[in-house]
T-cell receptor, first 114, second 112 residues
Framework: DVKVTQSSRYLVKRTGEKVFLECVQDMDHENMFWYRQDPGLGLRLIYF???????EKGDIPEGYSVSREKKERFSLILESASTNQTSMYLC?????????????FGPGTRLTVT | GQQLNQSPQSMFIQEGEDVSMNCTSS?????WLWYKQDPGEGPVLLIALYKAGELTSNGRLTAQFGITRKDSFLNISASIPSDVGIYFC????????????FGKGITLSVRP
């Protein structure tokens, strides 16, 4: 079974803090994704990566950056957390070869910025 | 951007009933996926569809890839209380590499 883990289930940070969300997958997947999920807005793609050290902006990259130094790990960074970044953050991975576009999600990190 | 339409936002059914959910778009998709999300958890993949017309089952769940490639549906038969959750459809546009487009989800409630 594919396993995607996220470093924290719940996180509380203060406005202006730098926040790191970590995601690790154990299936040697090429692609990794970061989404945020808000009520009524569904899943919105922040950034994704299709290879080590490669990244591409998603639909809402402002205020975020990412890092992928190793294939299995994809980090989301909030440079200076703001209250409007309070949300559920979901990491996903997918094989990315042939017809394997199925994304597998981690359990999520619920971030509260006060 | 492209959107997948799921409606209504919420559905309420009685335990034992069957329920059907649609996902529609004005664009053609090459892949359709259905996910379920339990409260406080990440979405879990239920069914993946790769060919127009394809009908796939997973236990009490059945999903179909529409012939026009612009829609998909998910059926749940003989619902049980643990079917409660949010059901998302997702699709891959031609040329979209590995990115998926997600619907906003339907929250299903099952009355015992």
């Amino acid at each position: 079974d594919v396993k995607v883990t996220q470093s924290s289930r719940y996180l509380v940070k203060r406005t202006g803090e730098k926040v790191f969300l970590e995601c690790v997958q154990d299936m040697d997947h090429e692609n990794m994704f970061w989404y945020r999920q808000d009520p009524g807005l569904g899943l919105r793609l922040i950034y994704f990566s299709y290879d080590v050290k490669m990244k591409e902006k998603g639909d809402i990259p402002e205020g975020y950056s990412v890092s992928r130094e190793k294939k299995e790990r994809f980090s989301l960074i909030l440079e200076s957390a703001s209250t409007n970044q309070t949300s559920m953050y979901l990491c996903a991975s997918s094989p990315g070869t042939g017809t394997d576009y199925e994304q597998y999600f981690g359990p999520g990190t619920r971030l509260t910025v006060t | 951007g492209q959107q997948l339409n799921q409606s209504p936002q919420s559905m309420f059914i009685q335990e034992g009933e069957d329920v059907s959910m649609n996902c529609t778009s004005s664009s053609i998709f090459n892949t359709w996926l259905w996910y379920k999300q339990d409260p406080g958890e990440g979405p879990v993949l239920l069914i993946a569809l790769y060919k127009a017309g394809e009908l796939t089952s997973n236990g009490r769940l059945t999903a179909q890839f529409g012939i026009t490639r612009k829609d998909s549906f998910l059926n749940i038969s003989a619902s049980i209380p643990s079917d409660v959750g949010i059901y998302f459809c997702a699709g891959r546009l031609p040329g979209a590499n590995s990115k998926l487009t997600f619907g906003k989800g339907i929250t299903l409630s099952v009355r015992p």
